[in-house]
Nanobody
Framework: QVQLVESGGGLVQAGGSLRLSCAVS????????RGWYRQAPGKERELVAS???????NYADSVKDRFTISGDNAKNTVYLQMNSLKPEDTADYYC?????????WGKGTLVTVSA
């Protein structure tokens, strides 16, 4: 089993920044991808960014050049630095880990960006 706990969400004004953290614990051997997804009210969950153990990253077009995903393997933590936030970034943000093709999810952290 893999446990994921997110933190760092909150309310911020447009143009501001937030840093999300995801603590990964449990049986972490075999995790191939870690990432962040988000789900806005009335919308489907979408990939925001992902990172492999080797450091290869992938971003949604809507967040490129504004968000940065990083991982601290020693601390088993994944971060999402979010800059130049926009009201349309408002959503519940979920940490994700893939291990042997099984998806594990955190409970989410709410990010609200006011205009």
């Amino acid at each position: 089993q893999v446990q994921l706990v997110e933190s760092g969400g909150g309310l911020v004004q447009a143009g501001g920044s937030l840093r999300l953290s995801c603590a990964v614990s449990g049986s972490t051997f075999g995790i191939t991808i870690r990432g962040w997804y988000r789900q806005a009210p009335g919308k489907e969950r979408e990939l925001v960014a992902s990172i492999t153990p080797g450091g290869t990253t992938n971003y949604a077009d809507s967040v490129k050049d504004r968000f940065t995903i990083s991982g601290d393997n020693a601390k088993n933590t994944v971060y999402l630095q979010m800059n130049s936030l926009k009201p349309e970034d408002t959503a519940d943000y979920y940490c994700n880990a893939v291990k042997f093709r099984i998806n594990y999810w955190g409970k989410g952290t709410l990010v609200t960006v006011s205009a």
